[in-house]
């Protein structure tokens, strides 16, 4: 008869336990998986999202007239697995702590994300590109303070490569080169001739 007193004497002096929820902050927990959310200034549109999507919910499509590509993600279709934002190379698709999905039946194809991202000209060539974000130029140039990552964000793959290229011409002309090997068997057919 103790133990159900003791009992009894907590839950009247805790109040009650019930979640709050709908009328209150309910507990998440942390890892918790709710809805996918693109970042667009961080969206390569390389496509590996789209293959990781395991329910089909996600879909990039160039534009007709080649100015840039479309990212659509499909909220109602997504499995909540998060392998887009696991396989995603510039971190630009986070899922979000928002779980609430509930919706009416005729809303379910509105429930989608989608963004437009143009192509920029290349700052050098003028050809059209997908401008990487500040934050990954500034990662892969972290230990080159020649680089001007503002600009190299702007500029095409190759004109990135020629830059690089120029910017360590003295590195490569400094690394000792090696004869060519001459083929065995050219010595021996000039000997006979």
């Known amino acids: 008869m103790s133990s159900f007193l003791k009992i009894l004497l907590k839950n009247v002096l805790g109040g009650p336990s019930t979640d709050p929820f709908p009328f209150g902050p309910t507990f998440e927990p942390k ?3 709710g809805r996918v959310v693109v970042d667009p200034d961080k969206c390569m549109g390389c496509g590996m999202c789209r293959n990781s999507c395991v329910a089909g919910a996600i879909d990039i499509t160039k534009d007709a007239e080649s100015k840039g590509w479309t990212i659509t993600v499909w909220q109602d279709s997504c499995c909540l697995c998060a392998s887009c934002r696991t396989y995603c190379p510039m971190k630009a698709i986070e899922i979000v702590p928002d779980w609430h999905s509930a919706h009416f039946e005729e809303d379910k194809y509105s429930r989608i994300e989608q963004h437009t991202i143009e192509y920029q000209p290349c700052a050098v ?3 059209p590109v997908r401008v990487l974000s ?3 130029a500034q990662e892969l140039y972290r230990n080159d303070p020649d680089v001007d ?3 190299v964000r702007h500029m095409c ?3 990135r490569q020629i830059k690089d290229a ?3 011409v003295e590195i490569l002309e400094a690394i000792p080169r090696k004869a060519p090997k001459q083929d065995a068997a050219a010595p021996e057919a000039e000997a006979k001739a």
């Open 134 to 136: 500040l934050a990954k």
């Open 31 to 33: 890892r918790l998986r």
């Open 157 to 159: 793959r190759s004109c």
């Open 149 to 151: 990552p503002e600009l």
């Open 125 to 127: 060539c003028g050809k």
């Open 166 to 168: 120029e910017a360590h």
